[in-house]
Structure formats: C-alpha cells, structure tokens
C-alpha cells in the first residue's frame, strides 16, 4: 500500500467520527480546544485499537464482521442519537447533573460505534501487504485531528443555534448511522 493510498485510508476511516464530533461540539457548552484535543485523542485511540483488532480476527471472523459491522454501528448510533434527542428536550439543571457522569460512557460509544468499520477495513488488511501498525497509527492521527477539528467546529454550530444543538446532533447521529447501513446493504 501506498503512502498516498494509506493518507486516503485514514482520512476515509475518519470520516465518520468527524461527523460525529461536529454533533457533540454543537451539544456541549463552550467546549475549548483542551476538551476538544481530549475528545480528538479518545476517539484516534479507539480508533488506532480497532483496525488492529480486525487484523488480528483475520479470516477467522471476516465474513462475521462484513456481515455485521454495518447493523451494530447503525444500532450504537440509532440509540446515541435518539438519547440526544431524548434529552434535549429536559430540563436544563437535570442536564448538568448527567453530563459529568454519563459524558465519558457516551463519548466511549460513539467512538466505538464510528470505528466499526475501521475494525472492517482492519480485517482486509490482514490480506494485504501492509504494516498494520502504520495503517492503525494513520487512521489513529487523522481521527484525532479531525474530531478535535469537528468538536471546535461544532462548538461554532452550538453558538449559533443554542439549545437545539443537542437536538441537532442526535439527528446527525442518526444520518450518520443511517448512511452507514445503507452504504453498506447498497454494496
């Protein structure tokens, strides 16, 4: 594999946890750039862990994840979403308690549901002539770059658009679930 094709790779894999993050920048208040690097770094490890992961399933579970990926990201992101939509329309002080607690689980999860199919792309490296660390650690960097971006770019967003941020970023959550389905049932 190329330098090149390697970059394209983990751009591609990082795409989704963009997304992702643009929403849960909208839906925090005021997130700076040290909260935003640190939800950058949770999301490039996950997303470093996950390929590698894959790899190591191998041919054992290809088929098994291909089959699958798809549905358990689209559920994990269905869920997150509609939580965020859930919760957007309590009360304000409620908010604040559970975001402290509840925060770090749901950042978790995101991550995890937008690296499903790094676990994928993870497996069908294992068939190819590639240093799977090299792969892993590029799609790491450039996850942590651009979630770290979309969370600052989300936190304009949130400016802009006040308490329907959160309401705004469980839909997007939701398209982002979505289009991974149907992307993946069109192939």
Excluded: Y
Aim: one cysteine or more; hydrophobic letters at 55%.
């Amino acid at each position: 594999m190329t330098f090149t094709a390697l970059v394209f790779l983990a751009l591609a894999m990082s795409t989704d946890a963009f997304a992702a993050a643009i929403a849960k920048g909208a839906a925090l208040r005021n997130p700076g750039l040290p909260q935003a690097l640190r939800i950058g770094l949770l999301f490039g490890c996950i997303e470093t862990i996950t390929p590698i992961i894959g790899w190591a399933l191998g041919s054992l579970a290809a088929d098994a994840i291909r089959q699958w990926d798809h549905w358990i990201a689209f559920f994990l992101l269905l869920g997150l979403g509609g939580r965020m939509l859930w919760l957007s329309f309590g009360d304000e002080e409620e908010e604040d308690e559970r975001a402290g607690s509840q925060n770090f689980l749901v950042l978790v999860l995101t991550a995890v549901a937008t690296s499903i199919d790094a676990m994928a792309v993870g497996v069908g490296l294992a068939f190819v002539d590639v240093s799977i660390l090299h792969a892993a650690g590029a799609i790491g960097i450039a996850t942590t770059v651009m979630v770290t971006i979309g969370v600052l770019l989300g936190r304009r967003l949130g400016a802009a658009v006040g308490r329907n941020a959160e309401r705004i970023g469980g839909v997007v959550l939701v398209l982002v679930g979505t289009t991974i389905l149907i992307e993946h049932l069109s192939q």
